[in-house]
C-alpha cells in the first residue's frame, strides 16, 4: 500500500497550486483519502476529504471555497486544488486513507479527518506561500 504526493511549491498569495496523490496496492473504492498540512510548530491539520465511493467531500472551515478536492475515475488518484492560497496556507501537505471522512465541529468551526484504523499515510510535499 502506497500513497505517492505531489505539486507542491512556491507561490504567490493569491495564486493556486494542484496536488496530487496517487494510491497505489490496493482499491479505493470503499475507501476516504484526505489532505493533512502541518506548517513548523503547529498540530497537524485535517485540510479535506472525500469519499472514494460517492465524491463526497468535506473541508475545514479555514480552506472552505478555497480548496477544492477530486477523484479521478479509475479511483486511484485524488487532487486537491488550491486557489487564492494565502501565506497561512504554507506547510507540508501529506495524502493519507482510511475508511471513512471524519467532520466534526469543535471551537467554532469544522474540522475534517479520517477514521476506520487503516491509516494509510504518503510521505508530504512542501507548500509555501510567499511574495
Known amino acids: 500500500v502506497q500513497l505517492q504526493a505531489s505539486g507542491g511549491g512556491l507561490v504567490q498569495p493569491g495564486g493556486s497550486l494542484r496536488l496530487s496523490c496517487l494510491a497505489s496496492?490496493?482499491?479505493?473504492?470503499?475507501?476516504?483519502m484526505a489532505w493533512f498540512r502541518q506548517a513548523p510548530g503547529k498540530e497537524r491539520e485535517g485540510v479535506s476529504c472525500?469519499?472514494?465511493?460517492?465524491?463526497?467531500?468535506y473541508h475545514s472551515n479555514s480552506v472552505k471555497g478555497r480548496f477544492t478536492l477530486s477523484r479521478n475515475n479509475a479511483k486511484t488518484t485524488v487532487d486537491l486544488q488550491m486557489n487564492s492560497l494565502k501565506p497561512e496556507d504554507s506547510a507540508t501537505y501529506y495524502c493519507?486513507?482510511?475508511?471513512?471522512?471524519?467532520?466534526?465541529?469543535?471551537?467554532?468551526?469544522?474540522?475534517?479527518?479520517?477514521?476506520?484504523?487503516?491509516?494509510?499515510w504518503g510521505k508530504g510535499t512542501q507548500v509555501t506561500v510567499s511574495s
Open positions: 493519507a486513507a482510511d475508511r471513512y471522512c471524519d467532520v466534526y465541529y469543535s471551537g467554532g468551526s469544522y474540522h475534517v479527518g479520517l477514521a476506520g484504523g487503516m491509516n494509510y
Open positions: 496496492g490496493f482499491t479505493l473504492d470503499y475507501y476516504a
Open positions: 472525500i469519499n472514494m465511493y460517492n465524491g463526497s467531500t
